[in-house]
DNA sequence: GTCTATAGATCGATAGAC
DNA sequence: GTCTATCGATCTATAGAC
């Protein structure tokens, strides 16, 4: 019998569209172990429960998102342009509409009044990407009015995620997009 | 056991507090029934299967939001600050944070992927909210602006739900509408 | 592969209104 | 005696877990 290694990472790699499209409920262990190609039992070999590997998806998400958005806000080599084109990349990797729409707002949704342990990682999430918007908002606006067009570019980004889903229409969120390069870029 | 006449009006309003909140994968047949004081048997009853209650459940609020929300529009004798004002209203009705949001956006997140079947109603339901705000800017502004900026509202008060659930704070909902109240009345 | 709990769903029975 | 609203018991499938 050949030992075929399958690590954490490809397993979460796989497992993320999945949960994606069909949220945390309707993805039961067997469905997210088949889509891995590994049996179920070998599951819980990595992950104690799925309360767990829910934990371990929205914390790689999250690492994923924070690590890429700081590099983009705080570079020192990027002008503004280039900085609003790069998080409009990183953007379309983490928000595809197509395959889900946003994991953490729709494991938000889903679990937020149930399940209270998988608040910090959510809301971590939307902290750091408000203030990235911020930080590229204050060069041109102050604190407090950079904080607030933080929080309506997300909040429209997010209704614009939704809208797409809703109606199978990218325009939504790329207009929320447009928005958003147009009023960081003046 | 006496004959207690339950109607299916009565068996819906308490049903849609807890589909809000819960979700609709969350929501056992069973834990619903108890919510509503009968057995789960009785509510084959009602309904024939899960999947049309939930339907009853979306068209029930459907048809709620649509009513009110035209009487509003389309009605001769309020001035426009009126009309925003009960448009406030009733959208604190519809979307009472603290108790799950927006049932319409929380089940499109759901499901909309795995079951197509709740789609139409919820379609319907953006489709009229975007028309009404369309409605009332087409005072103001051309009939294609005012398109525009209703569904940027829309998608601005949609993110302003979740993150007043991500966050247990009503400030992001406040601020959307504020924002649209600000628009609409110039 | 097997455990246990629970999901959605169905059935038959019963108590009263007509 | 039938019709209507209700309940308790039960079936089957599948979930998470080991």
Not at 2 to 28: A, C, D, F, H, Y
Request: include cysteine; aromatic fraction near 10%; charged fraction near 25%.
């Amino acid at each position: 019998m050949p030992k075929i290694k399958t690590s954490k990472e490809e397993v979460l790699s796989k497992v993320i569209p999945m949960l994606r499209t069909r949220g945390v409920q309707n993805s039961s262990m067997s469905e997210l172990a088949k889509a891995c190609g590994i049996q179920k039992s070998h599951f819980y070999y990595y992950f104690n429960n799925k309360e767990e590997l829910i934990k371990e998806v929205l914390s790689t998400v999250y690492s994923y998102f924070k690590y890429n958005l700081f590099k983009i806000i705080d570079s020192a080599s990027l002008s503004l342009p280039e900085k609003v084109e790069k998080m409009k990349l990183l953007m379309g990797k983490i928000f595809k509409a197509s395959d889900g729409g946003c994991i953490m707002a729709n494991t938000a949704l889903e679990t937020i009044h149930l399940n209270p342990s998988y608040g910090k990682e959510i809301q971590s999430f939307f902290t750091d990407f408000i203030k990235g918007l911020q930080g590229l908002l204050e060069q041109k606006y102050d604190s407090d009015e950079a904080l607030m067009l933080a929080e309506q570019m997300v909040q429209d980004i997010e209704g614009g995620i939704l809208l797409t889903q809703v109606y199978n229409d990218l325009k939504y969120i790329n207009n929320a997009v447009s928005r958003m390069e147009k009023i960081i870029l003046n």
